[in-house]
């Protein structure tokens, strides 16, 4: 199952920089997009959504951009601090589904360093 | 800020033995969702659950799988007989479905470990 796709298993900034973490999907079915950040031993925890009728939203340090012509998403993290080092899951939600279930990407690690 | 819990943070059961893994997702939510990650590999969803019952499965969840809400607040998920892939850390989720798209909520999951 290849619906959503984080074809980045890494990414390492320096801290203050941006991070980019990139997502494709092949559904166009999907409304609803979803970042998750998740820590060692720890769950998934939400960060940021968007509709799939946006192109855009911000949430402080965090923007999510969605190009649906590419089939593609894109979380940007400004500026990048060591304490958002985790990995990053890209997480879809079909339209299809009336329960909101969520099909994940493979994730991505950042690392901020210092 | 209300979480999901989720007990034990680690089950170690033998291969063909019956697992219960325990959820107690935030207070207000409607929707209740298990999800499993093995080692390596995507967190795949395997149930929903609204209003005390199933409201979509995977594949995955065949009939060894059953979910069930006992109270007003556990939400389980029960393995009868493990076998060896089952392996695997399991997250529930709740949703609060509700006033527009609300996104799921996750507990921080049980390692079950069949041996």
């Keep these: 199952d290849q619906q959503v ?10 801290e203050g920089r941006i991070s980019i973490l ?3 999907y092949t559904n166009s079915m999907f409304d609803y997009f979803l970042w998750y950040k998740k820590y060692p031993a720890e769950g998934p925890t939400f960060l940021i959504s968007i509709s799939s ?17 590419a089939k593609h998403l894109s979380l940007h993290i400004v500026p ?22 969520l099909i994940f990407g493979q994730g991505t690690t950042l690392q901020v360093k210092p | 800020e209300p979480e999901v819990t989720q007990t ?9 033995q019956e697992v219960i893994l325990r959820c107690v997702p935030i207070s207000n939510h409607l929707y209740f969702y298990w999800y499993r990650q093995i080692l390596g590999q995507k967190v795949e969803f395997l149930v929903s659950f609204y209003n005390n019952e199933i409201s979509e499965k995977s594949e995955i969840f065949d009939d060894q799988f059953s979910v069930e809400r006992p109270d007003g ?14 392996s695997a850390m ?16 996750f507990g921080d999951g049980t ?3 069949i041996l």
């Design chain 1, 80 to 101: 990048s601090q060591p304490g958002d080092s985790a990995v990053y899951f890209c997480a879809a939600s079909p339209g299809s589904s009336n329960t909101g279930k």
């Design chain 2, 73 to 86: 607040s556990n939400f389980t998920l029960k393995i009868r007989s493990t076998k060896l892939e089952d």
């Design chain 1, 53 to 69: 009728i946006k192109d855009k939203n911000e949430d402080g340090r965090f923007t999510v951009f969605l190009n649906k012509s």
């Design chain 2, 8 to 16: 034990p943070s680690h089950q170690v059961t033998q291969m063909g």
């Design chain 1, 5 to 14: 796709k984080q074809n980045s298993p890494s990414l390492s900034v320096q």
């Design chain 2, 111 to 113: 390692r079950l470990s």
């Design chain 2, 90 to 105: 399991y997250f529930c989720a709740s949703r609060e479905g509700t006033g527009g798209y609300q996104p799921q909520h």
């Design chain 1, 22 to 24: 990139n997502c494709d």
